[in-house]
């Protein structure tokens, strides 16, 4: 709803991890969307204006053929740039735009996971509906009583727009690194991890190991312990790493796994 109410969201990833996230809220949203519209604006304004002088300097009328073409052009431009913008954005910036970068926002899946490229482009197809009857104003009313924030387009792909909270991920990160050098270093294992098995840890990997390690001081007991043994067992497997974990704990092999992999990851 508002931002001021800080609306949680609680996602379980499908390794059955349970991370919580802070919705983005009306306000902020807006926002970003204002900076993304004002980006697209000076774009579409920069092309229209080399068009119009080479126009000029040709000493070609709107009215001529070629002019017509222009015309044409720029309108299947606009179309694309406001569609393709904000897909093409959210999928290769990692669920962001440049809007959602400076409101320190990201759009993710239900499940926690990135944002998939379908899932892109169905939130943003949305954007037709949620404009109705004009400015946004379905989809800011409907992101205003929906208890997780969501408008027509998120629901229809199954995504959320939470706070990109990335600054909390670092002094956590630090305090767990902190934590990990204080621990007794002789119980970890000695992974020589080689460049090949480096490239086969995906992001949805570290994640998973991020956000196992980093809550380790605040589980406890059996779950603790199997939620340990089922990713350890997981990330083995891909990493051809199985004789390993035979000789060490499924938490010391994480442990050690985190420290060797967290300097290629960025929050």
Known sequence: M????????????????????RT????SRTAAQLIDV???MLVFG??????????MVMGIGVNDMPGEYALAFIIVFSSVLSGGYFVLAEYYMNGQTVGKKQLGLRVIQENGQPVTFLSAIIRNFFRLIDFLPWLYFLGGLWIFFHPMDKRLGDLAAGTLVVRDTRREQLHRRR??????????MAGRPNLP????????????????L???VERIPSLTGIKRDALAAEIAGRLAAKLELEAELRFVSAEAFLMELYVLLAGE???
């Open 46 to 55: 920069a092309v229209c204006l080399l068009i119009g002088l080479a126009l």
């Open 24 to 27: 983005a809220g009306l306000g």
């Open 193 to 208: 991890l080689t460049e090949l098995q480096r490239r086969r840890v995906e992001r949805e990997d570290w994640l998973l």
């Open 265 to 267: 990851w960025t929050l």
């Open 175 to 184: 305090q767990t690194e902190k934590w990990l050098n204080q621990r007794e």
């Open 2 to 21: 508002n931002d001021s109410y800080n609306r949680e969201a609680t996602v379980i990833t499908p390794e059955h991890v349970r991370l919580q996230f």
């Open 210 to 212: 991020s956000a196992y």
């Open 38 to 40: 004002l980006l697209l």
